[in-house]
């Protein structure tokens, strides 16, 4: 059965309980000891073949006893849960030799044991280079600053291809950087649809430093324990995978990947994102230089919003008491948007905006709307719209009206200040959307459920969006909710 994502379909994958798998990538073990006694509560199936002691021999067993040769100290639980030790020799890859990566949980400890790569990289260090994104001045520079971060993560690491993956407000994402072996194909400039990353995957990226999966065809282990409660392996980096992520990148041909979250100011930004065409195994001396490589980045980008944020919000204030004081009663109104509406509605990136008060209407700017066209949208604001503040690039798809004039109007921001309200007015821009294949992906029908399958081809899919304006991004939100705070001390749009 085929068809289109619907809600339905979205709300069964983000059911999928990620963080309570249950199971472990199968290419290295765990444990989990619990903090009171530093007892083996849960162990991963294939144990034996990385500690010489079976599941049975183990749990319920003090650690001390497990025959691993490392110690946890209870000092340890003080840490944040996450917070990641790495014991053991990492850089000898001959076999039977492992290294441990000891991470503190709520709950005590989780103890993962994974082969040591094969290769030396003590050179890691010599290969790092910083990206001087401290320099960022403009937004073209994010892409830029983007480009120079894939090639230096590529270079350490060496994987087949490096993106830099940037979210947009919709929870879709667009590549914006991309460095690639030859010959393997570009997903530069390409958009990806929400459905995606879910959000529910999206949680997890917020919660652990990188996500890693060595072999996408490993199989999956199970993890038992001696009480049958499932373990939260939201902090492990054997957590097993989704089987709709793995076929996901069997689809794309990769067979392992590597991903970081990019946050800035405490929300997830994009994604560095690594694919290689065979499996393997990355160093922690390698992981570590990409993740300050990209704390470099988000800092950069931290940096350049709070910047770009206050000259806004200087140049709001400035621009509004500028305005407002030439307005003294609602008749100064249209004298005032004369000379000043084009400036405020610059404020939001917009050209023509509206004030609508004590039954009349003033339109400003150019091209502006039609008299007709503005009086239809203030009503069905004013009336039908429970709401304060109010954004839209789609106007038509809420307001069926609306798809008469589209050309004049598919965007608006609209605030209810005292006893006016203002409105700022985007036309149509016809838009070609680049997607990484067809974004409406296949439904399967399982026992009578909808479930969303991967895509099969990522192939450049051109979408032509209609009745749609540019899109309102966060900054145009603040911008708009400052204008409104201020607007709300003008004593002449008072009842």
Request: glycine letters at 8%.
């Amino acid at each position: 059965m085929n068809g289109q994502i619907n809600e339905e379909m979205i709300a069964g994958c983000e059911q999928e309980d990620l963080r309570h798998s249950g199971a472990i990538l199968g290419d290295g073990a765990l444990l989990h000891v619990g903090a009171a006694d530093q007892r083996i509560t849960h162990v991963s199936e294939n144990i034996a073949r990385f500690a010489a002691r079976t599941p049975e021999q183990l749990l319920g067993r003090p650690f001390a006893e497990s025959g691993i040769p490392i110690a946890l100290d209870p000092a340890d639980i003080a840490m944040s849960p996450g917070s990641r030790t790495l014991l053991g020799d990492e850089t000898a890859g001959a076999a039977g030799q492992w290294r441990y990566v000891v991470t503190v949980v709520k709950t005590g400890w989780l103890v993962e044991i994974v082969p040591a790569p094969a290769a030396r990289e003590g050179d890691a260090a010599a290969r790092y280079q910083r990206i001087e994104i401290d320099t960022l001045a403009k937004e073209s520079e994010i892409a830029q600053f983007a480009g120079r971060l894939a090639a230096a993560v590529r270079d350490i690491a060496g994987f087949d291809r490096v993106m830099v993956y940037r979210f947009e407000d919709d929870w879709s994402g667009t590549v914006i950087a991309e460095e690639s072996a030859p010959g393997i194909g570009s997903y530069m400039g390409l958009r990806f649809p929400a459905s995606d990353i879910p959000k529910i995957a999206r949680d997890l990226y917020m919660s652990t430093p990188y996500r890693y999966i060595p072999d996408s065809a490993a199989l999956a282990v199970k993890v038992v324990s001696t009480s049958g409660e499932p373990l939260d392996l939201t902090h492990a980096d054997l957590r097993s995978v989704s089987p709709l992520h793995l076929e996901y990148l069997r689809n794309m041909g990769v067979a392992s990947s590597f991903s970081i979250p990019i946050m800035v100011q405490g929300g997830l930004w994009g994604l560095l994102a690594c694919h290689a065409l065979r499996p393997g195994r990355l160093g922690q001396a390698s992981i570590r230089q990409m993740r300050r490589l990209v704390n470099e980045y988000a800092v950069g980008l931290a940096n350049f919003t709070v910047s770009r944020r206050m000259t806004a919000i200087s140049t709001i204030q400035r621009t509004l008491d500028e305005i407002g004081a030439g307005i003294a009663a609602p008749s100064d109104l249209p004298a005032a948007l004369a000379r000043r509406g084009t400036d405020l509605a610059a404020l939001i990136q917009c050209e023509a905006g509206a004030v609508a008060l004590n039954d009349a209407t003033w339109v400003y700017g150019a091209p502006a709307p039609d008299r007709e066209v503005v009086e239809q949208i203030d009503a069905w604001f004013a009336n039908e719209c429970p709401e304060a503040m109010f954004s839209t690039d789609n106007l038509s798809g809420v307001m069926a009206a609306a798809a008469r004039f589209t050309a004049q109007v598919s965007g608006v921001y609209a605030l209810k200040v005292q006893a006016a309200r203002f409105y700022w007015f985007r036309p149509e821009l016809v838009q070609q959307v680049d997607w990484a294949g067809n974004p409406d992906k296949a439904v399967v029908g399982t026992s009578g459920r909808l479930e969303l399958s991967p895509r099969k081809s990522f192939e450049k899919w051109l979408h032509v969006k209609h009745g749609y304006s540019d899109s309102w991004r966060n900054e145009h939100r603040m911008a708009a909710k400052k204008i409104g705070s201020v607007l709300q001390t003008w004593p002449s749009l008072r009842p």
